[in-house]
């Protein structure tokens, strides 16, 4: 059974960083399309950042430069550094997998499989 659990969350200050994780479970991490989204309040959930089974990844423009993403094969657990964060960084941070081949894209259509969510808040 597939399931994403994600930690990391909180509040800082602008200018900040935080460490999002999402550990997997049920398949092999560095072999599919998974991908880091966020949500604010009224807002749609956008893609953050994708990485492909090649380890080919494509960011937002709005956090290229600030946020990484990484992954642990031997802990089966993916990551999301976030350094210089910013008010409108705040948003509920999901992982998610999709085991179907195609190209790997900042698509919330494009994934299947989703955690629960960690809440980040920036403060200005």
């Known amino acids: 059974q597939v399931q994403l659990v994600e930690s990391g969350g909180g509040s800082v200050q602008a200018g900040g960083s935080l460490r999002l994780s999402c550990a997997a479970y049920?398949?092999?991490?560095?072999?599919?399309?998974m991908g880091w989204f966020r949500q604010a309040p009224g807002k749609e959930r956008e893609g953050v950042v994708v990485?492909?089974?090649?380890?080919?990844?494509s960011y937002t423009d709005s956090v290229k430069g600030r946020f990484t993403i990484s992954q642990d094969n031997a802990k089966n657990t993916l990551y999301l550094q976030m350094n210089s964060l910013k008010p409108e960084d705040t948003a509920m941070y999901y992982c998610?997998?999709?085991?179907?081949?195609?190209?790997?894209?900042?698509?919330?259509?494009?994934?299947?499989?989703w955690g629960q969510g960690t809440q980040v808040t920036v403060s200005s």
């Open positions: 998610a997998v999709d085991f179907r081949t195609g190209a790997c894209v900042l698509s919330r259509a494009r994934f299947r499989y």
């Open positions: 049920g398949y092999t991490l560095n072999t599919y399309c």
């Open positions: 990485i492909d089974g090649g380890g080919r990844t």
